[in-house]
């Protein structure tokens, strides 16, 4: 994805990576699945969901609906994480698309500017996420590019 950044000075080319949060969910112990079980190292057991596999196929469309002056994403409580969220229709209700955003180390430069990972995407079924505030998506595309603070708590 090629974001324009007027504060960078330049077009930004962002690295887009998803991770299998994005098409499982949690391993409940004992649970008696059906379903396939994703071995996460040895730290965490996830399991294929269907739901999030079916909504997966709009993930590359809503990262880059991201690209535009007038998009916010809020900055979850880990501070490392942020979220992007929409209302959905099926499942009915908000659509919450988590992810990290770094600057791409300078060995890679040439390829991309910024390497973004895909963390989770996941419709709400319990609590909405934690966030402590906000930021326009390419204000934090240009911050992370600049090597500036991002941070949104006040």
């Given at each position: 994805?090629?974001?324009?950044?007027e504060r960078a000075k330049k077009d930004l080319r962002i690295r887009v990576r998803f991770s299998n949060h994005c098409f499982s969910r949690d391993y409940i112990d004992g649970?008696?699945?059906?379903?396939e079980i994703i071995n996460q190292g040895e730290r965490k057991l996830r399991v294929f969901c269907h739901t999030r596999y079916r909504l997966s196929f709009s993930l590359q469309d809503l990262v880059t609906s991201l690209n535009s002056s007038k998009i916010k994403v809020n900055q979850t409580k880990a501070k490392r994480n942020w979220v992007?969220?929409?209302?959905?229709d099926d499942p009915e209700g908000p659509y919450h698309l988590f992810f990290e955003i770094s600057r791409?180390?300078?060995?890679?430069?040439?390829?991309q500017?910024?390497?973004m990972?895909?963390?989770?995407?996941?419709?709400?079924?319990k609590e909405p996420p934690k966030i402590i505030g906000n930021m326009k998506f390419l204000l934090l595309c240009s911050k992370t590019y600049l090597?500036?603070?991002?941070?949104?708590?006040?």
């Open positions: 994805m090629v974001v324009k950044s649970e008696d699945s059906s379903e992007y969220s929409i209302k959905i791409t180390p300078k060995g890679k430069r040439q390829y500017d910024l390497e990972v895909i963390e989770s995407a996941y419709h709400e079924t090597n500036e603070k991002v941070s949104t708590k006040r």
